[in-house]
């Protein structure tokens, strides 16, 4: 069965502060990682896809980093605009498209 | 470009009523999917579908049902609801070239 932890459940971070948040996974084969941003009371926003191991992608602050168990996402000199639950998410390799499998979310709030 | 489109936005059920969520998207994405979400339980998939007419169980099934009977929509029923299914309720279309893009959610409170 295909399982996705996240870790940890909720980061308080002062403004500049950076960190990172992980994602471990067990997968059958790995067709794509994925990284969300939730805001509260909207849907999830794609943020990223990583595809194999050693692949690297940055967007502003973000940085996600995948190894073969587990993902980070790296924040540097976070924002309060950066506060949000971050979602991380698996799909698994298949002949037809197999649906996500998400983790339970860091919640993440940035201070002033 | 309205994306994905969750209508109502909120709904308020006694036990035993009936409700039909809609979903629409104007991308012309093949897949289309259902999830709840609650407080401590992360997304967990109810029912997807990989293409017009076409419909399959995920992780939490019971007590819904859906239909695609056009490739823009996906329509979850709930024919008899329980209190368990309050829930927030998001749906979400990809391709084979797209990721996942969520609508902003149905918040259902079942009394």
């Known amino acids: 069965e295909d399982q996705v932890t996240q870790s940890p459940e909720a980061l308080r971070l002062q403004e500049g502060e950076s960190s990172s948040l992980n994602c471990s996974y067990t997968?059958?084969?790995?067709?794509?990682l994925f990284w969300y941003r939730q805001d509260p009371g909207k849907g999830p926003e794609f943020l990223f896809t990583?595809?194999?191991a050693g692949e690297e992608k940055e967007k502003e602050r973000l940085k996600a980093t995948l190894t073969k168990k587990e993902s980070f996402l790296h924040i540097t000199a976070p924002k309060p605009e950066d506060s949000a639950t971050y979602l991380c998410?698996?799909?698994?390799?298949?002949?037809?498209?197999?649906?996500?499998?998400f983790g339970k979310g860091t919640r993440l709030s940035v201070i002033a | 470009n309205a994306g994905v489109t969750q209508t109502p936005k909120f709904r308020v059920l006694k036990t035993g009523q009936s409700m039909t969520l809609l979903c629409a998207q104007d991308?012309?994405?093949?897949?289309m999917y259902w999830y709840r979400q609650d407080p401590g339980m992360g997304l967990r998939l109810i029912h997807y579908?990989?293409?017009?007419?076409?419909?399959a169980k995920g992780e939490v099934p019971d007590g819904y049902n859906v239909s695609r009977l056009k490739k823009q929509n996906f329509l979850l029923g709930l024919e008899s609801a329980a209190p368990s299914q309050t829930s927030v309720y998001f749906c979400?279309?990809?391709?084979?070239?797209?990721?996942?893009?969520f609508g902003n959610g149905t918040r259902l409170t079942v009394t």
């Open positions: 979400a279309s990809s391709s084979q070239r797209s990721p996942l893009h």
């Open positions: 579908s990989v293409g017009e007419g076409t419909t």
């Open positions: 997968v059958s084969g790995l067709r794509g």
């Open positions: 998410a698996v799909q698994a390799y298949d002949s037809g498209n197999t649906p996500l499998v």
């Open positions: 991308m012309n994405h093949e897949y």
């Open positions: 990583l595809y194999s």
